[in-house]
C-alpha cells in the first residue's frame, strides 16, 4: 500500500484525510468538528454551506419568489424615498420687514374676513376645492376606467359600472398642474388620453401665503401673542394681569383648548382681545423636529391641514357666534410654501414670531439652553431692544398661556415688561392693529 503524506507536513505519514478537500492531513492539523475531520475552517464552512443547499433544494424555487417579493418591495420603498426627496418644500420668504403697498392690498384682502357680524355659514374644506378644480365629462361603457395624474401623481381611478356620461372633477394643486387622463376599456385598451397643463391662482393667496415675522419697523408699536395648546396653567393670572394693564393680544387657541375650556375662551372674548386659529390637535406638520428640515409628514395634505384650521374654527364659532381672526400660527412653528399656500386658500395669513423674541416660557428642564427664567426672559427682550437699530419697532413677541413648569412662570415678570417697554414709549397692540396701516 502506497503511503500518503500530510498536506502540511510532507514528512509525517497519515491515513486521515479533510471531508471536505478529501487531502491528507495529520493529527496536528486535523480539526475535529460536526463529526468530522477538516483541514480547515475554511474546508468546515464549505461543508455547512453545500449540506444547507442540499438541505433547501426543494424549496429552491418557493426561495427565489420570496428572494423577488423583498426585492421589489425594497425597490418601491426606495422610490418612495427618493420621491419624498425630491418633492423637498423650503420654508417660504418670511415678512420680515412690512412693505406698504403688500399691507395695503392685504388690509383688503383681509377686511371681509375680519367682520364678525356677517351671517354667512362657515366655509367648508369642499367649498374651497371646488373653487381650485377641473370638471371634465366622458361618455363611458360599463367596465371602462378612468385613470388621472396630477403631476406625476395618482388622484382618480375608476371603473365605470354602467355605461353613459361621467363627470369627475379633479382638485389642482396651487401653481402648475400636468394632467395626465386615460380611458381604457374592458381588454385594457387605451381608448382615449389627454395631456393638459392647468394652472391654479388667485391674487388673495399670493398675497396670503407668506408668513409675518414683524410689523412696521417705522412704528413703535409691539404684539404680545400667546400660543394655547392643551394647558391652562397660570392662564387666570395672565389675563388679569393683561385687564390690569388694559393690555389687548392676539391669542392663538387651539380647538381642542378650547373645547376643554369653554369658559376661558369667553373670559378672553369679554376682555377684549382678539382670537386667531393654532389649528385643531396641534399636530406636527412637517419632519423638521426628525431631520431639520420643513418637508411635509406622512399624512399631511391639503385636506389635512385645511381640516384642522376649519375645525378650530367651528369650535369658536360655536362657543362664540363669531368667526376666528383671519391669522393663524403653525404648532411648533413648523410650515413650508405648500402649508402657507393651503392656510392662504381658506383666507390664513401664517404669523410666526420676530427672530429671538421666542420667550420659550413652556421649557420645563432648567438644564436646557432653551430655558429661562422671567428675569432672564426680561432682560433678553431689552437687550434685544438696545441693540437693534429699530428697537422693538414691529416685533411680535411669543408667549404661552400653560405650562409644566412648577416654577418660574412668565406671568411673574409680565406686569414689569410691560411697564418697562412702555416706559421706553411703545405700544401694544394686536396683530389686526400690527397689520393697520394709516389711510393715505
Known sequence: MEEKYCKNHPHTS????????????????????????FCSYSCYFKFQFNTLAKKIKPFQFIILLVLQFLLFLAIIL?????????????????????????????????????????????????????????????????????????????????WARQSGLSKFTLPLDY????????VLDQQQQIIYQE??????????????????????????????????????????????????????CTLFLT???????????????????????????????????????????PGVSREFVQKQLYKADSVFYALTGSRLKPYWRAPFGEYNEQILTWAAEMGYLHVHWTGNFDTHDWVTDETSELYHTPQEIFEQVLKLEKESARGLNGVIILMHLGSQRQENHIFEILPHL????????????????????PEA
Open 14 to 37: 497519515t491515513n486521515l484525510r479533510c471531508f471536505q478537500c478529501k487531502q491528507y492531513i495529520c493529527n496536528l492539523c486535523r480539526l475535529n468538528l460536526a463529526h468530522h475531520y
Open 78 to 158: 426606495l422610490a418612495i424615498r427618493m420621491n419624498q426627496r425630491f418633492q423637498k418644500i423650503t420654508i417660504s420668504p418670511s415678512l420680515g420687514i412690512a412693505d406698504s403697498s403688500y399691507f395695503s392690498d392685504l388690509r383688503t384682502v383681509l377686511k371681509v374676513t375680519q367682520n364678525d357680524s356677517l351671517s354667512a355659514p362657515i366655509l367648508q374644506p369642499e367649498d374651497l376645492i371646488k373653487k381650485s378644480s377641473y370638471s371634465f365629462q366622458f361618455p363611458l361603457k360599463n367596465d371602462w376606467i378612468v385613470n388621472v395624474w396630477r403631476n406625476g401623481q395618482p388622484v382618480i381611478s375608476e
Open 175 to 182: 401653481g402648475q398642474n400636468l394632467v395626465r387622463i386615460l
Open 195 to 248: 395631456q393638459l397643463q392647468l394652472e391654479y391662482r388667485s391674487q388673495n393667496v399670493e398675497l396670503l401665503r407668506r408668513s409675518l415675522h414683524r410689523g412696521d419697523p417705522g412704528r413703535k408699536m409691539v404684539a404680545l401673542t400667546f400660543d394655547a395648546g392643551s394647558d391652562n396653567n397660570h392662564t387666570h393670572e395672565i389675563l388679569a394681569i393683561l385687564n390690569k394693564y388694559q393690555l389687548k
Open 255 to 297: 380647538g381642542k383648548f378650547m373645547e376643554r375650556y369653554p369658559e376661558i375662551v369667553q373670559e378672553i372674548v369679554a376682555n377684549g382681545h382678539e382670537v386667531a386659529n393654532h389649528t385643531y390637535s396641534h399636530p406636527h406638520l412637517t419632519s423638521y423636529s426628525e431631520n431639520r428640515q420643513h418637508q411635509l409628514r
Open 418 to 437: 410691560i411697564q418697562e417697554i412702555r416706559s421706553r414709549g411703545y405700544t401694544f397692540c394686536t396683530i389686526s392693529d400690527l397689520l393697520r396701516f
